[in-house]
């Protein structure tokens, strides 16, 4: 599917920012690990969600949902499915569940499609094997399926992961750890970046009565064996990154507009978005579950490291180019592995509006510049989709996305709602 932006539209009025996907699936996971049932409220329906449902069913849960409600009884072993588990393009889902595997009796494939056959697996693999674990990349170069030959246990002992590449590794080590034979220690050998997505996977465990302790800097840490995951009740809060969008959407078109169900605090990277863009000149009203921001005096630019929350670079990206001076990102070198090579393809399609973008090594410079309409290119990236098209919002023209259907992979209304704040986005 592709969508039509016009340019030029003032913006106004409120929207529900979509449940986090990220708490969403390990909500998910811990729950599978569960006996007994645990609610889960306010789920979503993004296809990052549906894809932790349907392999976690595939292991062996039980799962009613809805976009609102999950109701889940876990198992107390995963079992061994006879087909391939399809985590879809859901890097993710394929990180987490891979250590949990290794707790069936029997051999599992773990596959999936798109751009997530060309995701790094390798560091995880060489983590489960320093823990015992039978398993192996079936890619090329340490990429996907991955093929895990589980004995029914996890004798556990010390691994070492990068810490720059993916925090997902941490995290799926994480979920494992507690039923594994010994204590496990995690060594982080480079310095882990995306701290706050371990943070949320913690705060998840914790809920589920799991213990986990680390050094203050996330270098270690160590996960007594034995734990039992308790059931719960989670209530998903509203996704930051996916509020970013809508926020920077009122700030190009020089518009006021609130974002309603986010509250500040939480383990959310992409909280900080708020704060770069209050730096940034914009207005900004915090209440309690809301966030109203709109444009006042101009934009300015910023310099901002991205290492802790690299999702915010398409949007802030786009948002640079309305900035006046050179705004700098630093920290975007691992954003070549996700879902596209999202520093090139974010600076490639803004270039064609009339941006003007560097990008030397680790680091991004925009000069903010006039953009016109363009035909723009998703890479099948849901955020380079929706930075897209916050950008063709402040551009003169048209601008046609192409390829727009990506944003259900995390906000699947997005268009929806840039229509209720007074966008003109047509389907094409």
């Given at each position: 599917?592709?969508?039509?932006?016009?340019?030029?539209?003032?913006?106004?009025?409120?929207?529900?920012?979509p449940?986090?996907?990220?708490?969403?699936?390990?909500?998910?996971l811990a729950a599978s690990l569960s006996q007994g049932k645990t609610v889960i409220n306010n789920l979503g329906s993004s296809l990052d969600v549906m894809a932790m449902i349907n392999v976690c069913r595939a292991l062996g849960a039980h799962i009613e949902s809805s976009d609102k409600r999950a109701v889940v009884h876990g198992f107390e072993r995963p079992k061994a499915p006879?087909?391939?588990v399809n985590c879809i393009e859901s890097a993710a889902t394929m990180r987490f569940v891979t250590p949990i595997a290794s707790l069936s009796r029997g051999r599992v494939v773990i596959d999936g499609v798109g751009s997530l056959l060309r995701r790094p697996m390798q560091p995880l693999i060489d983590a489960l094997r320093k823990l015992g674990v039978r398993c192996r990349c079936?890619?090329?170069?340490?990429?996907?399926?991955?093929?895990?030959?589980?004995?029914?246990?996890?004798?556990?002992?010390?691994?070492?992961?990068?810490?720059?590449?993916s925090s997902q590794f941490v995290s799926?080590?994480?979920?494992?750890?507690?039923?594994?034979?010994?204590n496990v220690v995690i060594e982080a050998t480079t310095p882990l970046e995306s701290k706050p997505y371990v943070k949320m996977t913690i705060e998840v465990l914790r809920l589920h009565r799991v213990e986990v302790f680390s050094d203050e800097q996330m270098w270690s840490f160590e996960v007594p064996c034995g734990q039992v995951y308790r059931p719960t009740i989670h209530r998903v809060p509203g996704d930051f990154s996916s509020a970013a969008f809508m926020m920077a959407a009122a700030l190009v078109t020089k518009s006021r507009v609130t974002v309603k169900g986010l509250r500040r605090g939480g383990n959310q990277a992409d909280e900080v978005f708020v704060d770069v863009i209050r730096e940034m000149g914009a207005w900004v009203r915090e209440e309690e579950e809301a966030i109203e921001v709109g444009y006042e005096n101009g934009l300015k630019a910023i310099s901002f490291d991205a290492s802790d929350a690299p999702d915010t670079v398409p949007i802030l990206a786009?948002?640079?180019?309305?900035?006046?001076?050179?705004?700098?990102?630093?920290?975007?070198?691992?954003?070549?592995?996700?879902?596209?090579?999202?520093?090139?393809?974010?600076?490639?399609?803004?270039?064609?509006?009339?941006?003007?973008?560097?990008?030397e090594g680790d680091t991004m410079r925009i000069r903010g510049s006039k953009l016109r309409g363009a035909p723009?290119?998703?890479?099948?990236?849901?955020?380079?989709?929706?930075?897209?098209?916050?950008?063709?919002?402040?551009?003169?023209?048209?601008?046609?996305?192409?390829?727009?259907?990506?944003?259900n992979k995390s906000y699947p209304s997005f268009f929806e709602d840039l229509n209720k704040l007074g966008a003109e986005v047509i389907a094409w």
């Open positions: 599917m592709d969508m039509l932006i016009y340019g030029g539209a003032e913006l106004s009025g409120e929207v529900l920012a449940p986090s996907k990220s708490y969403a699936q390990r909500a998910l006879r087909k391939p079936l890619g090329d170069g340490g990429t996907p399926p991955i093929e895990v030959r589980g004995r029914g246990r996890l004798p556990g002992g010390r691994c070492e992961v990068p810490g720059h590449v799926g080590l994480l979920f494992a750890a507690p039923k594994a034979e010994q786009a948002l640079a180019c309305f900035a006046k001076g050179e705004t700098e990102i630093s920290g975007i070198g691992r954003l070549s592995l996700k879902e596209s090579d999202r520093p090139r393809a974010i600076a490639t399609e803004l270039s064609k509006m009339g941006a003007k973008i560097l990008i723009l290119y998703s890479y099948g990236d849901h955020r380079i989709a929706m930075a897209c098209a916050v950008a063709a919002l402040g551009a003169e023209g048209v601008s046609r996305v192409i390829g727009a259907d990506a944003v």
